[in-house]
């Protein structure tokens, strides 16, 4: 069973940076597809990135494209998203995801672990 556990977020004025932080236990994330989504209320969770075994970020959503970096440390078997140049728009609970499979996917439906969220504010 693979638990996944975020850390990090908080209250940012826009223009900064933050780097949340997803723990992952039960697995290692070389075997597993990480990715981030995020979700505001009343919508849709919605993909940000994701980062597949070898360790290549993946894909990015183009709203954070050039903005946002998915990474890991594979020797504290975590996986990070920094964000920089923050608007009040990537305001958000960031979930991180796991799944066994080697391909990455930006549909949710894919993703066979949750961890519980991380709320990001980005204050105007």
């Known amino acids: 069973q693979v638990q996944l556990e975020e850390s990090g977020g908080g209250l940012v004025q826009a223009g900064n940076s933050l780097r949340i932080s997803c723990s992952a236990s039960?697995?290692?994330?070389?075997?597993?597809?990480m990715a981030w989504f995020r979700q505001t209320s009343g919508k849709e969770r919605e993909f940000v990135a994701a980062i597949d075994w070898s360790g290549a970020p993946s894909a990015y959503a183009d709203s954070v494209k050039g903005r946002f970096a998915i990474s890991r440390r594979e020797t504290v078997n975590t996986v990070y998203l920094r964000m920089n140049a923050l608007k009040p728009e990537d305001t958000a609970v960031y979930y991180c995801?796991?799944?066994?499979?080697?391909?990455?996917?930006?549909?949710?439906?894919?993703?066979?672990?949750w961890g519980q969220g991380t709320q990001v504010t980005v204050s105007s």
């Open positions: 995801a796991a799944d066994r499979s080697q391909d990455y996917s930006t549909d949710d439906g894919s993703y066979e672990y």
């Open positions: 039960g697995r290692t994330v070389t075997t597993l597809t």
